[in-house]
């Protein structure tokens, strides 16, 4: 495996790059260092406002943006300059909820279909691949990364390893398997699809301790914890998986 430290940039996220990377785009939003590239478009979708803001220009350090504003303002300078404004630049376009392993293509195949549709990251709700070679969950979803895919995979390892105490595959995690994948990378987000809802309630059931260890180990990493309460429809039910497991819920339906 290829160490993070020995990649351009931002292609993996750490901590102590993370703060060098944004230490430098300061400098360059307040004209103290040269920008890399400031570029001009068209126009700019402001997402806070969804508005389109005419004549911009962007100014970028390395892969990142370190500023925005009307055309001819930034005070500081460049080492180069392209003029696009016959085009319109939007932010990167990212799905928070999917599962690039059921379409059984790789990583770096997703990129090349996803990204000239301004799909620049997706959180990669795995619980498929966990449950046939789960020790090799990250491996598998940053590799491409580590060898230069421009798309952003972070990885949110599943709660249903195994899917039931009832059933067995090629994985098994719990408190200290998602401890340990939330110490490996800064990329993994979360917890993926807390859904065993008889294993969240009930204190006799064989999942409940692997599964509340693993939402545990989420939230002492600060990661989110996803909810996925299909089939609940009484209200006690709907309020009690509500509170007692998700920072982020896809929805009572599924």
């Given at each position: 495996?290829?160490?993070?430290?020995?990649?351009?940039?931002?292609?993996?996220?750490?901590?102590?790059?993370?703060?060098?990377?944004?230490?430098?785009?300061?400098?360059?939003?307040?004209?103290?260092?040269?920008?890399?590239?400031?570029?001009?478009?068209?126009?700019?979708?402001?997402?806070?406002?969804?508005?389109?803001?005419?004549?911009?220009?962007?100014?970028?350090?390395?892969?990142?943006?370190?500023?925005?504003?009307?055309?001819?303002?930034?005070?500081?300078?460049?080492?180069?300059?392209?003029?696009?404004?016959?085009?319109?630049?939007?932010?990167?376009?990212?799905?928070?909820?999917?599962?690039?392993?059921?379409?059984?293509i790789t990583p770096e195949y997703e990129a090349?279909?996803?990204?000239?549709?301004?799909?620049?990251?997706?959180?990669?709700?795995?619980?498929?691949?966990?449950?046939?070679?789960?020790?090799?969950?990250?491996?598998?979803?940053?590799?491409?990364?580590?060898?230069?895919?421009?798309?952003?995979?972070?990885?949110?390892?599943?709660?249903?390893?195994?899917?039931?105490?009832?059933?067995?595959?090629?994985?098994?995690?719990?408190?200290?398997?998602?401890?340990?994948?939330?110490?490996?990378?800064?990329?993994?987000?979360?917890?993926?699809?807390?859904?065993?809802?008889?294993?969240?309630?009930?204190?006799?059931?064989?999942?409940?301790?692997?599964?509340?260890?693993?939402?545990?180990?989420?939230?002492?990493?600060?990661?989110?914890?996803?909810?996925?309460?299909?089939?609940?429809?009484?209200?006690?039910?709907?309020?009690?998986?509500?509170?007692?497991?998700?920072?982020?819920?896809?929805?009572?339906?599924?």
């Open positions: 495996m290829i160490h993070s430290a020995s990649l351009p940039d931002d292609l993996l996220v750490n901590a102590e790059d993370e703060v060098n990377i944004r230490q430098g785009l300061v400098l360059v939003a307040l004209s103290k260092r040269p920008a890399d590239m400031l570029l001009r478009v068209g126009r700019l979708l402001d997402v806070h406002t969804r508005t389109w803001v005419e004549d911009q220009e962007i100014a970028i350090r390395g892969r990142r943006i370190a500023w925005t504003g009307p055309s001819g303002t930034y005070p500081g300078t460049a080492r180069a300059h392209a003029d696009r404004s016959d085009l319109a630049a939007v932010p990167g376009f990212g799905e928070v909820h999917k599962h690039i392993e059921s379409s059984h090349a279909l996803v990204l000239p549709r301004g799909n620049t990251w997706t959180c990669e709700a795995s619980h498929e691949f966990s449950n046939v070679d789960g020790p090799h969950n990250l491996e598998f979803w940053l590799t491409a990364r580590r060898h230069g895919s421009p798309m952003k995979i972070f990885p949110l390892p599943g709660s249903a390893v195994p899917p039931t105490a009832y059933e067995w595959g090629g994985g098994y995690y719990g408190y200290d398997e998602q401890a340990g994948f939330l110490r490996e990378s800064l990329m993994v987000a979360g917890l993926d699809e807390v859904m065993d809802w008889p294993a969240v309630w009930n204190p006799e059931n064989p999942s409940h301790k692997r599964l509340w260890g693993m939402i545990q180990a989420t939230f002492e990493k600060r990661g989110v914890v996803e909810g996925h309460g299909a089939g609940l429809r009484d209200m006690n039910s709907i309020n009690a998986f509500r509170s007692g497991t998700c920072l982020r819920s896809r929805g009572l339906d599924g």
